[in-house]
């Protein structure tokens, strides 16, 4: 399968060429059209259950403000997923190639206000833990506050990024294909940005990770064998979950990144496209985090 050809000029710009067939072949559209549907089925069940439970507990939390706010970010991405499965069914994009660049910013946006809202959770637990915060002192006010500055802090950087950069390119705009904005990685100041994402994100988690770890063993150091009759360890153990979905979900999606970016379009190999929409796909997974509470699995 032939790849576009590219050619990158001195300043950083570059010059594509069409392809003359799809970027991603037929095996590539059935492992993401099976990949987008359990995540649109698992994803709509958990959602739905766990916004039930929600509504029904009325909980006025600060952390309980900060889920309803994932609910509604997997709410959205769970709306554009019918969108891509339609086109990975038929290999045919007839909406416009703003809608093409709507949809395949959804998935990105989702990911990035999703990482930061399940950063927020953690750190407000582990001030609480370290009395760097007293339960009292969090009120539901307060998580609406921050949630509204995470929105318009996102809303900004997704207009600035996806709309007046991302996806720009005359390129593009071909009919009848879509999702494939890799072609963007040529661009010098896409490639600044991709790469500072991942090393914030990167070192954010391995701190986090570190420092919940440490906390976790302290917890069951101290409430050895009854750790789940504590609340405290219960609170720890969920945002070490939360961690984990970043690990799992984002975090190859990143490291993948990195070889993506060093090494496309220079061996034009199509498999790399493959491999990158894999973890593209694998980021949406993360909306059945609310199916794993809901299943018993984190209590």
């Not at 790399?272 to 699995?297: H, P, Q, R, S």
């Amino acid at each position: 399968m032939d790849v576009m050809n590219v050619t990158t000029v001195s300043n950083g710009s570059s010059v594509v060429m069409p392809a003359t067939e799809q970027v991603c072949d037929a095996h590539c559209r059935a492992i993401l059209t099976t990949a987008y549907s359990v995540v649109l089925f698992g994803g709509t069940v958990g959602t739905v259950m766990m916004t039930h439970l929600m509504f029904k507990r009325n909980s006025q939390s600060a952390i309980a403000t900060i889920i309803i706010n994932i609910i509604v970010l997997h709410s959205l991405l769970l709306i554009s997923l019918p969108f891509r499965l339609s086109y990975y069914l038929s290999a045919v994009w007839k909406l416009g190639s703003f809608t093409c660049r709507m949809v395949s910013a959804v998935i990105y946006a989702h990911m990035y206000l999703t990482f930061v809202f399940y950063v927020a959770i953690v750190i407000l637990r582990l001030l609480i833990y370290f009395k760097k915060l007293q339960t009292q002192q969090l009120q539901k006010f307060h998580a609406v506050a921050l949630s509204t500055i995470i929105w318009m802090a996102g809303s900004f950087i997704f207009l600035l990024i996806f709309f007046l950069q991302y996806g720009t390119d005359p390129s593009h705009t071909e009919q009848q294909r879509c999702f494939e904005f890799h072609r963007s990685l040529n661009c010098r100041d896409i490639i600044i940005i991709n790469y500072s994402i991942i090393a914030i994100m990167m070192t954010t988690v391995l701190v986090l990770f570190l420092i919940e770890l440490v906390v976790i063993l302290r917890l069951i150091k101290a409430y050895w064998p009854d750790m789940w009759a504590h609340q405290e360890y219960r609170a720890q153990i969920k945002s070490f979950f939360f961690l984990l979905v970043i690990v799992v979900c984002f975090i190859p999606h990143h490291a993948f990144r990195v070889y993506f970016i060093q090494n496309y379009p220079e061996q034009e190999n199509s498999k790399l496209i493959l491999y990158n929409e894999i973890c593209v796909a694998l980021t949406a997974f993360c909306c059945l985090d609310m199916l794993c509470f809901v299943g018993g699995v984190i209590h």
